[in-house]
């Protein structure tokens, strides 16, 4: 299958239906918004996510297919529904994200030998060509967008940032407390 790069070089960037940050704003931004941890958080959590789309674009493709790449170039291969579990991804939409990457040539899904009702999910040359790629143009927004924090200073962020997501997401659900609750009354 003949593919066909669409590396930015390779084409403009699309624009996407969000506003950028306007960086003039914060000036005119009660102190109270600025102190207030989750407005900012919510504030940079968009514009990140606005560049981080922007950069995707380029290549069709949406942070959750990123996500995906990322985790097959992690751990080789995987079922759908692992990946689905591990991302977070509803089962159905895991589905239509894959279909994308294998009509793409970024991945393969074949049967397992062991379940044949299972698919093993690869990355393929072309995706992990692709990926790199991908990387690379985020690595120059990332730089860009933390421009204003030394080398130091980004690193205590995302030290800080994956120690709230790691206590985030290994905190119970509140079904789960609501079982233990009646477990132990």
Do not use: C
Request: negative net charge; proline residues 4%.
């Amino acid at each position: 299958m003949a593919h066909e790069s669409n590396h930015p070089a390779n084409q403009e960037s699309a624009l996407t239906d969000q506003e950028p940050l306007n960086t003039g704003i914060v000036r005119a931004l009660p102190e109270r918004l600025l102190t207030d941890q989750a407005y900012l958080l919510g504030r940079l959590g968009r514009e990140a996510r606005r560049q981080f789309t922007q950069v995707l674009s380029a290549w069709q493709l949406q942070p959750s297919h990123y996500g995906i790449l990322l985790l097959l170039e992690a751990i080789d291969q995987a079922s759908q529904q692992q990946l689905a579990q591990q991302l977070s991804i509803d089962r159905a939409n895991m589905v239509a994200l894959l279909d994308v990457l294998q009509q793409r040539g970024f991945i393969e899904r074949q049967p397992d030998p062991r379940d044949r009702r299972r698919h093993a999910v690869k990355l393929t040359e072309v995706g992990l060509r692709e990926l790199q790629q991908i990387r690379q143009a985020r690595e120059a927004v990332d730089n860009a967008f933390f421009a204003g924090l030394d080398n130091e200073e980004q690193e205590t962020l995302h030290q800080l940032l994956v120690k709230l997501f790691l206590s985030l997401t290994q905190q119970p659900s509140a079904k789960e407390l609501h079982l233990q609750k009646e477990e132990h009354p």
